[in-house]
């Protein structure tokens, strides 16, 4: 009888699981090839831009946020007692600094003067009298001293009583905008302070009339911001560092400078702040009272700094390069030493001159990432965002079990 000579068992498993494998690894190759190009579809394409060296400006800066105030807010009321005569403004006026606001009579002004005129050459009378009978005794010394310091005395006190005619006009501090004027003209005032009845009734004044006898002015030229920054950055900045600001409801930089840095810190956030006052320089036109704004404290500001996009830097091993374009558009491999960066700006000193240009790819389109960080890809190399079947006779590794759904797509490059 013939027999049949047969391959042995196990070379026979090895030639079929070698086949199982290739055929898996084929059709596996073919999946993460086609996923990986709808995720560059999907994400956007890469695009070779290229940048040229050039000198800017680097800055360093503190930030930290707060509520635009007018320097003057200021409450006015007369120094002298008298009635008013005459009130020249109205709320909403505008005025000017050294604007007459309201006047009072000048009756108890003129009184206080010529009596302090009186006391003065009374103090002089006396003097002269106590020169006279000077005879060199301890007594008549110590009189004539006496007489002496009576005299400065009464003169300081005339002199007092003379500028003081100027009380009976009050007067803006600044220019800016009239926002109260709780006074009319009849009213009677005395110094900073009310007159009129009492609240049991009772008189207190020398007219019946109750009124504060105040006129309020905010400032319309003379701007600031009070804000905090942190016992860190207290370090960097100093009075007169150079401060930008903006505001949601100004187009334009607001500039100033710090006026006032406060050594005393609060802890009422849980953190150490210190107060810092920063003054607004230049226009001022069409700022408001309460505007909230970003602030930058600029402590360093660096020019003529040579820069190309970080982008355009690869560092691998210690050492950074650049793709240099040369003139006849040639690409070589540059070393490139590096200084420090300024937003997506890096400091190239040392490797490129002013005006040479780097190339560099760049992505366009959504390049979000996915939930696991990856680019587009699941652990195992498999796309993300889709259901994912086997190919028939295709049996993944022990344990491993393939992703379903719920991908979100692009991923970083």
Same mark, same amino acid.
């Given at each position: ?6 391959? @042995? ?17 084929? +059709? ?8 990986? %190009? ?58 000017? #600094? ?5 006047? =009072? ?53 005339y002199v007092a009583a003379k500028d003081a005619m100027s009380d009976a006009v ?9 926002? #109260?004027?709780? =006074?009319?003209?009849?009213? %009677? ?9 009492? @609240? ?28 905090? /920054? ?19 409801? =100004? ?6 400078? /710090? ?5 005393? @810190? ?8 210190? @107060?810092?006052? +920063? ?27 040579? #820069? ?16 240099? /374009? ?21 400091? =190239?000193?040392? %490797? ?58 692009? %991923?970083?490059?």
């Amino acid at each position: 009888m013939a027999h049949i000579l047969r391959p @042995p068992r196990r070379r026979t498993a090895i030639i079929t699981a070698a086949i199982a494998v290739t055929v898996a690894a084929l +059709v596996f190759g073919l999946i993460r090839h086609t996923a990986t %190009g709808a995720s560059s579809t999907a994400e956007g394409a890469a695009m070779t831009s290229t940048a040229t060296a050039a000198l800017v400006t680097f800055e360093k800066s503190v930030t930290a946020s707060g509520t635009l105030t007018p320097t003057v807010a200021e409450t006015l009321s007369f120094d002298a007692q008298g009635t008013v005569t005459e009130v020249a403004v109205e709320v909403g006026d505008t005025v000017t #600094a050294g604007q007459e606001l309201a006047r =009072i009579d000048t009756e108890q002004l003129d009184l206080n003067r010529l009596g302090a005129k009186a006391e003065l050459l009374s103090a002089r009378a006396a003097l002269a009298e106590a020169k006279n009978a000077a005879d060199g005794s301890d007594a008549s010394d110590a009189l004539l001293s006496a007489r002496k310091a009576a005299v400065t005395v009464a003169k300081s006190a005339y002199v007092a009583a003379k500028d003081a005619m100027s009380d009976a006009v009050l007067v803006a501090p600044a220019d800016g905008l009239v926002t #109260a004027v709780d =006074i009319a003209v009849g009213d %009677g005032v005395s110094a900073g302070s009310n007159s009129g009845t009492s @609240p049991a009734g009772g008189a207190t004044g020398t007219t019946s009339t109750s009124t504060t006898g105040t006129i309020s002015i905010v400032g319309t030229t003379q701007w600031s911001v009070s804000t905090t /920054v942190s016992a860190t950055d207290m370090a960097n900045i100093a009075v007169g560092n150079q401060v930008e600001m903006t505001a949601g409801d =100004i187009s334009e930089t607001i500039f100033g400078v /710090v006026s006032e840095i406060g050594r005393l @810190p609060s802890t009422s956030s849980g953190a150490i702040a210190y @107060p810092v006052t +920063v003054t607004v320089t230049g226009d001022v036109d069409g700022l408001f009272d309460g505007v909230s704004v970003d602030i930058s404290i600029i402590y360093s500001r660096r020019a003529d700094v040579l #820069a190309i996009p970080a982008a355009a830097v690869t560092t691998s091993d210690g050492a950074s390069t650049v793709q240099l /374009v040369s003139d006849d558009e040639t690409v070589t491999t540059t070393t490139v030493e590096l200084g420090e960066s300024s937003g997506d700006q890096i400091e =190239i000193t040392a %490797g490129l001159t002013e005006g040479q240009q780097v190339q560099y790819e760049q992505f366009t389109g959504n390049r979000g990432e996915n939930s696991s960080g990856q680019d587009g890809m699941g652990r195992e190399g498999f796309p993300m965002g889709g259901d994912f079947s086997p190919p028939e006779g295709f049996t993944p590794r022990s344990g491993f079990t393939p992703p379903t759904g719920g991908g979100t797509g692009g %991923g970083r490059r």
